[in-house]
């Protein structure tokens, strides 16, 4: 599956932006849709993820009350809605699937399809 990721961009800190991650493969294969990040010097890190119905959702602490992950069957394409963004929240956003019904949310060796990521810069 080809995932295409874009929403990304120069925010200043407090600003929102809204993630797009499309995917080639009918959702119905697509059990878990996630978003994960990695800045320079660090490691990848989950951001956020999603049942396939929707029902289910799962964010790391440091988004908690600030991203809020979404998906839309219909259009294979899942969303993060990113409000007051912090220069810590600076990264390459790189979006991922699972093909499979079993495995974790939160860990990317549970994803077997990714994106080619989106940059968010933010400025303080």
Known sequence: VQLQASGGGLVQVGGSL???????????????????????????????????????TFYADSVKGRFTIS???AKNTAYLQMNNLTPEDAAVYLCATRSYYSGSYYSAEDFDS??????????S
Do not use: H
């Not at 990714?114 to 400025?123: A, E, F, N, P, Y």
């Open 71 to 73: 998906r839309d069957n």
């Open 114 to 123: 990714w994106g080619q990521g989106t940059l968010v810069t933010v400025s």
């Open 18 to 56: 809204r993630l797009s991650c499309e995917a080639s493969r009918r959702t119905r294969n697509n059990y878990a849709m996630g978003w994960f990040r990695q800045a320079p010097g660090k490691e990848r890190e989950f951001v956020a993820a999603i049942s396939y119905s929707g029902k289910d």
